[in-house]
């Protein structure tokens, strides 16, 4: 029973183990109780369909979906003993002094249903239920007084005069042992027995499980592991040193793992042939192991007195690093005649086969190779025989032990090399300080000389079909040796001058009969024409410009490659490759000293950091792939958090349509979401994409997270949609999780309505103001058009009078003009009459001067028409007529309204209505300018002027 099983821990044995391991173990993941937040012990393991582990804890019911453990305690906050999952998905935990079953809330929470107020009264007191079992549609609870069966939703109480001191199924049977009974089988509500002989009162079950179709597997504390078929109860074959027997599962066809109290746990075939011994001394947290499981993958998981382990059983890697190595690395690895040897930093070692298809399976012990201790490079095999290069020189390993060869320091590794066709055969060995020439006779290799002229480090090594020697040094380029006779003709370095994209990081290799250099930016191949290095048109398309720091190429014509820390093979298909990267292993290889030694399909062995890991590459293409995924947690998040989703939909993880879609209030947009793989084999290998339907547009890219946020989502219907990926691109089923966010208040129907109302009242509003608007408008526009109508008539009045304006204006302007051409014409007259009368006075003097009197009587004549000329300029009349027709009828009009008026008083008249100045008139007048100012007098006088009253203006007026 688990409480002996407890006192039995605190006693804190640590019994070492006897058994012999094979060299290559499964990798173990620990958990303590700061990983997963809860109670130390770990009582009891279950899965569920969708991969999600269940731990019975001493603080509740534990839970780990492969990223993140939850704790659930039961009301009482008692330790839970024991869990089981039953027919209707429900995990049905005992605790202390209480029993029932973890079921999803509506927001996929579980909460815990006590079922104690289901028993009848008189048996609700009793303290742990050490064990859950479903059959059919009935689940057992295991007190030690009484087992309660629990169906139709009633509760019946299996009594015992005794202790029940276990209870088990196997073969859809329940299966108890009573203290005096022995081992019972329940049929209905009886017990039958199960043997058809006794057992020994001590024999205490500590577990019972399927074995085979018919039959049963039985473990006890202290008497080992039996088989019951049939009714007979049958011991199997264990080792001595496995006791205290804890618990006993068959992993699969033909392997048990046994756990013990005290000495971790084992895994045995069915013969009881050993095949691991899992300890505190290799690698599990501790040796107290209470409860084991199987989980879908075939895995182990361990619930220990502190802690829980994973123990990747079914893995395709193994780690070999037994404690001979001391933890050292592993530089190289080799078969040599039916042996393992191994190269490390300590020393080499060698391990005997034994036939084992899977090498890791060996449980043979490596020994040291005596006199290797200290750094060891490479090793090859040259002529049938096993070269060793090491810090300490080049050595031979032979059935008589390590020859030395050369004992100058450090060597590399090795290169058969022919210089002839019918040349006897040469060996070519890369060291600290260049290259040496080997060459093998009486049955041992012997030191010929080195490659003259050259002294760099010759780690990676290599020859052409034209026995060019290539080396690579790491930070000064690529040496090409051109040899005659084993002496230097000619050394080229090429570098980035040279075609490579870098002086440093370039690593030489020989891979499909190409030379080739991995560098920082892809794999470069030699051109033989060009005589530079250049991309490979034949390994672009495989690795592009990514970082290769190693190739190697097996007999399948696969290239295993070491992309910085990443460790890969471009898996040959013919003509194709398809990359295929092995994540378990990222950053575990030795950086700077890569090695993958290629075997077999079944064993590659890959130098690591710590010893070496061994890859099962058939079993590892041949991994089911069987992706799941589940969404663990849904958070919206506004002024406050509100959990929407706790990972359970309806029955416990059940693989269904959500049911229910919640609505969220708009204040409430922005969501985190939690996910994560149940696949616990091969974490590295998971990939997660989401996608959100409404809002995203693809699927994300492939990434490790396992959460997600989106803030600020509009709102709408959504649904989130997570998958997961391995390297080998298998794909889990989609888990979905569907939302709604409520459009905000101000978007709402009611507010839409409001908004409706709003706007018609405005349409409204906006009518009855254009009605308005348009009754002004159009009395406005009367008043406009009475306005522009008055307007219109002031501007037709104002342009009449302006058009008499301008008339008066051009009338002026036309008599103005008249008068001076009056002025003109009479100022001409004026000046005529003025010359004449000189030339009249001038020749009245010449007259006087002449005593001819012919002359005399011409001159005379002369006088004469001057003077007649003279007195037609004087006409009068003829300047009235043409002053009238300028001023209209003036003179008339002054005759009509002055008869008194004289002649020259007219003519002066006239003239100041030409304007003419006083000089003036007295010149047309002839008379002197006193004579003009008293007859202006006169005037003024006759016609009754005023003084003040200016003539010019008085005449204008007439």
């Not at 893995?315 to 490390?344: C, E, M, Q, R």
């Not at 002529?383 to 810090?391: E, T």
């Not at 031979?396 to 320091?409: D, R, W």
Request: charged share 20%.
């Amino acid at each position: 029973m688990k409480s002996q099983i407890f006192s039995i821990l605190l006693i804190s044995l640590n019994i070492l183990g006897f058994a012999q391991n094979p060299i290559g173990m499964p990798d173990i993941v620990n958990y303590d109780n700061n990983a997963y937040s809860a109670g130390t012990h770990n009582w009891d393991i279950q899965q569920d369909r969708n991969g999600v582990m269940y731990f019975a804890n001493d603080e509740g019911l534990l839970t780990f979906d492969g990223s993140r453990w939850k704790i659930y305690p039961l009301p009482n906050k008692t330790i839970v003993r024991s869990i089981k999952i039953g027919f209707d998905h429900k995990i049905y935990a005992g605790g202390q002094g209480d029993f029932g079953f973890f079921s999803p809330n509506e927001n996929g929470k579980l909460i815990f249903t006590s079922l104690k107020d289901k028993i009848p009264s008189q048996h609700r007191s009793f303290a742990d239920i050490w064990n859950v079992q479903s059959v059919g549609k009935a689940i057992f609870f295991r007190a030690e007084n009484n087992i309660f069966k629990w169906q139709n939703e009633k509760i019946t109480v299996l009594e015992t005069k005794t202790k029940w001191l276990y209870m088990g199924m196997a073969s859809n049977t329940i299966i108890a042992h009573e203290k005096d009974r022995g081992l019972l089988k329940l049929s209905g509500n009886n017990w039958l027995p199960l043997l058809t002989g006794t057992i020994p009162y001590d024999f205490m079950i500590s577990s019972i499980s399927q074995f085979g179709k018919d039959s049963i597997l039985v473990s006890s504390f202290a008497h080992g592991l039996h088989t019951i078929q049939n009714g007979q109860i049958t011991p199997l074959k264990v080792a001595n040193y496995i006791r205290n027997i804890s618990s006993a599962i068959k992993v699969n066809h033909n392997a048990i793992a046994v756990a013990t109290q005290n000495n971790g746990c084992f895994l045995m075939d069915t013969s009881g042939k050993l095949i691991y011994h899992l300890a505190k001394n290799s690698g599990l947290q501790n040796n107290a192991v209470i409860s084991s499981f199987k989980d879908n993958n075939n895995n182990i998981w361990l619930g220990l007195a502190d802690g829980i382990s994973f123990i990747a059983n079914n893995n395709a890697i193994k780690h070999i690093n037994p404690a001979i190595f001391d933890n050292a690395a592993g530089h190289t690895s080799i078969i040599y005649n039916n042996k393992l040897v191994v190269g490390l930093s300590n020393g080499i070692y060698s391990l005997p086969l034994a036939g084992e298809k899977d090498i890791s399976a060996t449980q043979n012990n490596f020994t040291a190779v005596p006199n290797t201790d200290g750094q060891a490079w490479g090793m090859n095999i040259v002529n049938g025989k096993l070269l060793l290069g090491r810090h300490e020189g080049a050595f031979e390993l032979s059935e008589k032990g390590v020859q030395p060869v050369s004992t100058a320091q450090g060597y590399w590794n090795f290169l058969a090399y022919n210089q002839q066709k019918d040349s006897s055969p040469l060996v070519l060995a890369g060291n600290y300080n260049g290259v040496s020439v080997f060459n093998y006779e009486n049955n041992k290799f012997n030191v010929v000389g080195n490659i003259n002229n050259f002294n760099e480090s010759a780690r990676f090594l290599l020859a052409d079909d034209k026995n060019n020697i290539w080396v690579s040094h790491p930070y000064k380029g690529v040496y090409k040796i051109a040899l005659a006779d084993l002496q230097t003709k000619n050394i080229k370095l090429y570098t980035d001058k040279k075609g490579l994209p870098s002086t440093f990081n370039n690593h030489i290799y020989q891979v499909k009969n190409k030379i080739v250099v991995g560098t920082e930016k892809g794999v470069y191949e030699y051109n033989v024409a060009k005589d530079r290095f250049e991309i490979s048109s034949y390994f672009e398309p495989v690795f592009g410009k990514k970082y290769i720091r190693y190739l190697k190429e097996d007999a399948k014509g696969n290239i295993w490659f070491i992309e910085e820390k990443k460790l890969g093979v471009a898996q040959y298909h013919g003509k194709t490759y398809k990359l295929l990267y092995i994540p378990e292993l990222n950053g575990k290889t030795l950086g700077g000293f890569e090695h993958i030694q290629c075997v077999d399909k079944n064993n590659v062995f890959i130098g690591a950091q710590k010893g070496f890991y061994h890859l099962n590459y058939e079993k590892y293409l041949a991994n089911e792939g069987k992706q799941q995924v589940r969404i663990s947690l849904v958070k919206a998040f506004g002024k406050s958090d509100i959990g929407l989703f706790s990972g359970y939909f309806g029955e416990v993880n059940e693989n269904i349509a959500q049911k229910e879609i919640p609505t969220i209030k708009h204040g409430w947009n922005s969501f985190h979401f939690e996910y994560s793989s149940t696949t616990n084999q091969n974490k590295e290998n998971t990939f997660y994409s989401c996608y959100l339907k409404g809002f995203d547009e693809r699927w994300s890219a492939l990434d490790k997270k396992t959460e997600k946020d989106y803030t600020n989502l509009p709102s709408g219907n959504y649904t989130f949609m997570v998958k997961t990926q391995d390297n080998l691109g298998n794909e889990s089923p989609v888990a979905t999780y569907q939302f709604t966010i409520l459009p905000p208040w101000y978007q709402s129907i009611v507010a839409y309505l409001v908004y409706g109302l709003i706007f018609l009242g405005i349409i409204y509003l906006v009518y009855k103001r254009q009605q308005r608007k348009i009754s002004n408008q159009r009395i406005a526009f009367q008043k406009e058009q009475e306005h522009t109508k008055y307007m219109h008539q002031l501007e037709m009045d104002k342009s009449e009078k302006e058009i008499i304006k301008l008339k008066n204006e051009k009338l002026e302007l036309e008599i103005e003009t008249k008068n001076a051409e009056l002025a003109s014409n009479t100022m001409h007259l004026v000046q005529k009459a003025d010359m004449m009368s000189k030339i009249k006075n001038e020749l009245f003097k010449l007259k006087k001067e002449l005593k001819d009197d012919t002359q005399a009587a011409d001159f005379n004549k002369i006088i004469r028409l001057l003077s007649a000329e003279e007195k037609s300029d004087e006409s009068w009349e003829q300047f009235s007529v043409h002053f009238d027709k300028v001023h209209v009828d003036f003179i008339k009009h002054l005759k009509d309204k002055f008869p008194t008026i004289t002649s020259n008083e007219l003519r002066l008249s006239a003239y100041l209505k030409m304007n003419l100045s006083t000089k003036e008139i007295a010149t047309l007048m002839k008379i002197s300018p006193r004579g003009v100012e008293i007859g202006r007098y006169r005037l003024r006088k006759k016609l009754n002027i005023p003084s003040h009253v200016n003539l010019f203006e008085f005449f204008n007026a007439v």
